[in-house]
């Protein structure tokens, strides 16, 4: 057997530190706590789909465009009319996997967490950075704690969470994990940065 | 820069969709097609001046393909709708 590592798609990218300019707080950057995500396909109106996957999740699939749903423990994102992207602890993986399988054994998951990236940005001008590369209107009173977004930030795909008003994670597709970082740490000198160890 | 309202996520910017095609375009019977109409049915189509329905993409959000009834000179854009609200009722 080859010997497996995980290795986060930050590897290397990160030069710790304070950087850019020292005015108000700036923002934080750290990769996002290691995560489970996983692609479901459904029809929102088949409760042969929709029941067993929230019993398994122990959570209500959102049906409004944009709109999370937290337990605390898992987080699932409304990313398309049928589509939900589920966030949980990496401690019930192969579990989750597998109950949500037996579950909904027709219905399309995609296990994709080792083909993501996400970026978590804390700090009060987390909004202002993210607006210089995102067309969403990003004002607190427009979108607020609990809503998400699949839309561009520069030219690359991401999805948008907005965990509370000043705290957001940005999830790539893992090999524009290097972009990201740069496009970030580029907008947020005017603001100042700091780049963190991830817990 | 235009904003497009998605029949699912709502007001967004241009950048976020990408154009697909004239919306009453109709495929022919693969049948009885001649090489003709095959031809026309994959390579012309009409470019108007005035109000149009059109096929868009919200690439970067949904992934949804909707259809959008639209004013080439003004870009002012009537109505969006999905291609499930049969495909050019709904829109008017």
Known sequence: MPDIQNRSAFEGLFSYG????????GVLIEAAP????????????????????????????????????????IRVLWVGPDRWLVKAPCSTHSELVFKMSAAVPSSALNDVTHGRATLRL??????????A??????????????????????????IIDCFCNDTFEVTVTRSYAEELVNWITRNAGEYGYTIALSA | MMLITCPWCGRRAQTEFSYIDDATARR????????????????????????????????????????????????????TSKLSNGFLEGVK
């Open chain 1, 122 to 131: 804390k700090g009060e001008d987390v909004r202002n950075i993210l607006a």
């Open chain 1, 133 to 158: 590369g995102c067309p969403l209107d990003l004002h607190p009173s427009h979108f607020k704690t609990g809503q998400c977004a699949l839309t561009l930030l520069g030219h690359l795909n991401i």
């Open chain 1, 18 to 25: 304070i950087h850019g300019a020292r005015r108000g707080q």
């Open chain 2, 28 to 79: 022919p019977n693969m049948d009885s097609v001649n090489e003709a109409e095959h031809f026309k049915f994959v390579y012309e189509r009409d470019s108007r001046r005035g109000v149009q329905y059109e096929l868009w993409h919200h690439h970067a959000g949904c992934g949804k393909f909707f259809k959008i009834h639209r004013d080439t000179i003004t870009h002012e854009i009537h109505a």
């Open chain 1, 34 to 73: 290691e995560r489970v995500l996983i692609l479901a396909k459904g029809n929102p109106k088949d409760t042969g789909f929709i029941a067993p996957i929230q019993k398994v999740l122990e959570l209500k699939l959102p049906l409004v465009a944009g709109q999370t749903n937290d337990n605390g423990k």
